[in-house]
């Protein structure tokens, strides 16, 4: 069977040979339970603090602030549950935009729906880009999370985080930022952006599925 060409790489890669190498130790040798106490359990507990460790400083985060999930869908959905959870005697409020992926938009249609909290969707102008202005007039005091996409999954446009977060700091609204299209690919510095809760995911990257 011939192999299609293939163009759809913002949807998901194949994992790289590097990748793969670096890896399969890891079913083989060193298999592990990361948690256990013994050596076996020693090696793959090092080999998910050192991705953690890679992870962290392509993004100017901390190690520790490194949380490992399935993939994007799962780390969406735990940005918002879990801040709509924390804050809720905060505020009921919630911004995104009208283009976000549905691991954002269900989760927040879910939250409207079963626990009444109000959700304000932002929309975009003919270039499919956020004004900054847009979202500071939906911010109220009992907003607890914006999010936005860095880059759209479909059209690319590039989103203006950086302004969009300095609005949040200055507010004590937490930040949330869907970047599973733009990580590895341009840089992000989740400090100087102002970005407290940022999702990526491996496959975008070459990386496993």
């Avoid at 083989?28 to 050192?50: F, I, M, W």
């Avoid at 970005?195 to 496993?208: R, V």
Wanted: aromatic share 4%; proline share 5%; glycine share 8%.
């Amino acid at each position: 069977m011939e192999l299609p060409v293939y163009l759809d790489h913002a949807a998901t890669t194949p994992v790289a040979e590097a990748v793969v190498s670096a890896m399969l130790p890891y079913f083989t040798k060193y298999y592990g339970n990361a948690s256990a106490v013994h050596s076996l359990g020693a090696a793959a507990r090092d080999a998910v603090e050192g991705a953690r460790e890679t992870v962290a400083s392509a993004l100017n985060a901390t190690p520790e602030e490194i949380v490992f999930t399935s993939g994007g869908t799962e780390s969406d959905n735990m940005a918002i549950r879990g801040v709509a959870a924390d804050r809720a005697e905060r505020g009921r409020h919630l911004v995104a935009t009208t283009i976000e992926h549905h691991a954002v938009l269900e989760p927040l249609e879910s939250l409207a729906e079963r626990y009444g909290y109000s959700v304000d969707l932002v929309p975009v102008d003919g270039d499919g880009r956020i004004d900054p202005s847009d979202v500071a007039k939906r911010l109220r005091p009992d907003t607890v999370l914006v999010s936005v996409m860095h880059a759209n999954n479909e059209i690319g446009t590039i989103q203006p985080i950086a302004e969009i977060g300095v609005l949040c700091r200055e507010r004590g609204i937490l930040f949330h930022t869907d970047a599973v299209q733009t990580a590895g690919k341009i840089p992000i510095d989740v400090r100087a952006m102002n970005i407290d809760l940022l999702s990526l995911t491996a496959h975008k990257l070459y990386g496993p599925k």
